[in-house]
């Protein structure tokens, strides 16, 4: 059982875009920072971005800035991340994870998605 649940994963051509929502099985995400991170076959779990609770800050690894925007709608219970401009590069198994217990970029969470898989193909 996992805590949180992505969606949004798929297909989809360079160039083109995603977007990818987590949500809570088991808490109000309000409370928590909450990250996204991606993992390609043979490759290690790398960090993508970051939202805060308290201010909504966001932080984003270098490789997706301009392309990729994170946000939260608390209402909803429910963390978005808009992938534009998808390249190859991007294709990876994208999981969600919640309160950070350390740096934000590193997979130190306490509560973890099962994850969606996006391809980037032509």
């Known amino acids: 059982q996992f805590d949180l649940v992505e969606s949004g994963g798929g297909l989809v051509q360079p160039g083109g875009s995603l977007r990818l929502s987590c949500a809570p099985t088991?808490?109000?995400?309000?409370?928590?920072?909450i990250g996204w991170f991606r993992q390609a076959p043979g490759k290690e779990r790398e960090a993508v971005s970051c939202?805060?609770?308290?201010?909504?800050?966001?932080y984003y690894v270098d490789s997706v800035k301009g392309r990729f925007t994170i946000s939260r709608d608390n209402a909803k219970n429910t963390v978005y991340l808009q992938m534009n401009d998808l390249k190859p590069e991007d294709t990876a198994v994208y999981y969600c994870?919640?309160?950070?217990?350390?740096?934000?970029?590193?997979?130190?969470?306490?509560?973890w998605g099962q994850g969606t898989q996006v391809t980037v193909s032509s």
């Open positions: 939202i805060t609770h308290l201010d909504s800050t966001k």
């Open positions: 088991t808490f109000m995400l309000e409370y928590y920072a």
């Open positions: 994870a919640a309160d950070p217990r350390g740096p934000w970029y590193e997979p130190n969470y306490s509560y």
